[in-house]
């Protein structure tokens, strides 16, 4: 079974730019988060959806933002890039939308924001 | 506050020297507590899945254990290419969000 895929893998742009990321699930599977990994901070959550709905969100501007569409695939976007988004966005996906189920993780998308 | 407290941060073994890496939790209601090994520049790749104190799995040469305060991931007889960060997370509390500690990063030496 493919894993989660994650696309693009790579990705430099512009402060005050605009980036929107995608993100395919293992086949099956729902429910779909978004990560935030950086040196400083570690990996961070973003926000989670279970279909087509936000269930949960963390603590980030509302310059990020996303959405999962109904054959469960998922997309974030980041508006008016600033240099401190530079990171590797990391997406997850599991079954359903349980806390105790397990999360599986793409491969991730490395940001840089010049 | 929900917390997730690794340590040590680095480690670095001889191979076939056994050791444990630590997971302090600090969360109420916990649903899950899951173990990760990430290689450089890669994605979080899925060890373990531990639910109740008490309970353990194992997995070639990683052994996971949980108890109601912290969870342990011995590692038996390691090799190098058991070198990697190794992560731990928690999902219960209020939020119910995957809430990641920052790691200890494992360096085996042939």
């Known amino acids: 079974k493919a894993g989660v895929t994650q696309t693009p893998r790579y990705l430099i742009k512009t402060r005050g730019q605009q980036v929107t990321l995608s993100c395919s699930p293992i086949?099956?599977?729902?429910?779909v988060s978004w990560y935030q990994q950086t040196p400083g901070q570690g990996l961070q959550f973003l926000f989670e959806?279970?279909?087509?709905?936000?269930?949960n969100k963390g603590n980030f501007p509302g310059r990020f933002s996303g959405r999962q569409f109904s054959n469960s695939r998922s997309e974030m976007n980041v508006s008016t890039l600033e240099l401190g988004d530079s990171a590797l966005y990391l997406c997850?996906?599991?079954?359903?939308?349980?806390?105790?189920?397990?999360?599986?993780f793409g491969p991730g998308t490395r940001l840089l924001v010049l | 506050e929900d917390q997730v407290t690794q340590s040590p941060e680095a480690l670095r073994l001889q191979e076939g020297e056994s050791s444990s890496l630590n997971c302090s939790y600090t969360?109420?209601?916990?649903?899950?507590l899951f173990w990760y090994r990430q290689d450089p520049g890669k994605g979080p790749e899925f060890l373990f899945t531990?639910?109740?104190a008490g309970e353990e799995k194992e997995k070639e040469r990683l052994k996971a254990t949980l108890t109601k305060k912290e969870s342990f991931l011995h590692i038996t007889a390691p090799k190098p290419e058991d070198s990697a960060t190794y992560l731990c997370?928690?999902?219960?509390?209020?939020?119910?969000?995957?809430?990641f500690g920052t790691g200890t990063l494992l360096a085996v030496q042939p």
């Open positions: 531990l639910y109740s």
């Open positions: 997850a996906s599991s079954l359903g939308p349980l806390p105790s189920e397990t999360q599986y």
């Open positions: 997370a928690v999902r219960g509390g209020a939020t119910n969000k995957l809430i």
């Open positions: 959806y279970f279909s087509e709905t936000q269930r």
């Open positions: 969360v109420s209601g916990l649903r899950g």
């Open positions: 086949s099956g599977h729902r429910s």
